[in-house]
């Protein structure tokens, strides 16, 4: 098994909901992340979590928490967003840590359109 | 600071040969990595250098020079499925974020 899976693929949420994305990866990767890309941009870090543990916040704002449950298991709770956060959420993983080899596994994204 | 770059859009015909190039200034250079995007799909890894030369795999090439901060993607015998954005990515040594994506160069094959 080397895919990394998302769910949902879609969302579209209003300002004042709650939604949580998920990600999930059996590789026994170590590392997990989750990248914010705008149309014709790179992807842009916003977490990782290695060991479980949240290792970079790339200063994202509150609006957006992320959560490990457990080595395979990545979640990003939203809550009260603006319609500038609509992006494709990208979750990736990679056998090792940040400061390891760090090939990244990206899984299909979740489109997000906040209205 | 880190700075990668790479044209924003190129186009090709159908069995011809493109090259797309990458240029980076970046503390703690480790190796750079290529990536292929389909538009609303994930990244997903076409390869990574470390060591300066052409690494070949397949239809697709990657070279390093490490001295001159310098990178390309050559894709050979083009078809329309290679329609897609091409990111290449630094990993450094530098700071906890260690992998630092170029813009992405949008490659559009036509017949």
Not at chain 1, 1 to 10: A, C, I, L, N, R
Not at chain 1, 19 to 32: D, I, N, P
Not at chain 2, 82 to 93: I, K, R, V
Request: glycine share 8%; proline share 5%; net charge neutral.
């Amino acid at each position: 098994d080397t895919e990394v899976t998302q769910t949902p693929k879609h969302l579209v949420m209003g300002m004042t909901n709650k939604k949580s994305l998920k990600c999930e990866q059996h590789m026994g990767h170590r590392a997990m992340y989750w990248y914010k890309q705008k149309a014709k941009k790179p992807p842009e870090l916003m977490f990782v979590y290695s060991y479980e543990k949240l290792s970079i916040n790339e200063s994202v704002p509150s609006r957006f928490s992320p959560e490990c449950p457990n080595s395979s298991l990545l979640n990003l709770h939203l809550h009260a967003l603006q319609p500038e956060d609509s992006a494709l959420y990208l979750c990736a993983s990679s056998q090792d840590p940040p400061g390891g080899s760090e090939k990244l596994f990206f899984g299909s994204g979740t489109q997000l359109s906040v209205l | 600071g880190q700075n990668i770059d790479q044209p924003t859009e190129m186009t090709a015909t159908e069995g011809a040969i493109v090259q797309i190039n990458c240029t980076y200034q970046t503390s703690g250079f480790n190796g750079l990595f290529w990536y292929q995007q389909h538009a609303g799909e994930a990244p997903t890894f076409l390869s990574y250098n470390v060591l300066d030369g052409l690494e070949e795999k397949g239809r697709f090439s990657s070279f390093l020079s490490r001295s001159k901060g310098y990178s390309y993607l050559l894709l050979k015998e083009l078809q329309m499925k290679d329609s897609a954005s091409y990111l290449c990515a630094a990993y450094t040594a530098a700071g906890a974020n260690n992998l630092f994506f170029g813009t992405g160069t949008r490659l559009t094959v036509i017949p």
